[in-house]
């Protein structure tokens, strides 16, 4: 079972590249969650909860730090929007009795954009010290501190908007994925790279889908 959760430890290799199982049963937990995310599905949130115990081993043993961070609070908002979605307050219903998806007011969006920009500028400059200011925990220094802090942050900001069944998480979602492309083949785990890739396109398959949903939603209204 410890071997499980070692990067180390290898499932097969294919084209050269030797597959962790670690990375494979993360990578394949999180591509279910985020399609039944897109659409619109409840049962993605248990899903992701497996993805995230995984890949906050994974993220550890490749010094992605602020990555690692993030997994523990995706762990605490899985439980969070598995219960908003099943629970919604009276008038939130939508047909199958879950919470309906809404639109963000404007100037919302210039609130999440602040948080976004002075959280990645401080996470960032704590990521970059970890391995000064804890070297026992982190013997390495973290690769790529304000961009992996930047998908930190949005990542926060997108799942919040997530869990409160905002359609405009999507687009938080395309502008994270592109990013941490970059990052997680800089870093040579190519299947979760070429899985955020993936994560582009059905994260803009979900603003399509839950723009559906609102428009629908909204003819129900009238």
Known sequence: MTDFFSHQSIFFTAFGYSMSYLEFFGTLAGAIA????????????????????LFFFLFYQVQLYPDMFLQVFFFVTNLMGWWRWTNPRLGEEDMKNQLRVTKMAPPAWLLF????LIGTLLFGSLA????????????????????DSFVTVMSIVATYLMVQKKMECWLVWILVDVVACYLYFSKGIMLVGIEYVVFCFIAAF?????????????TQKI
């Open 206 to 218: 979900g603003f399509w889908h839950w723009l559906q949903e609102y428009s629908k939603a909204q």
């Open 128 to 147: 970059k010290n970890l391995h000064s200011l804890f070297p026992v925990l982190f013997s390495q220094p973290s690769a790529f501190p304000f961009a």
């Open 113 to 116: 954009f602040a948080i976004g």
């Open 34 to 53: 985020v399609f039944l995310s897109a659409k619109a599905n409840v049962w993605s949130w248990p899903l992701g909860i497996i993805n995230v115990v």
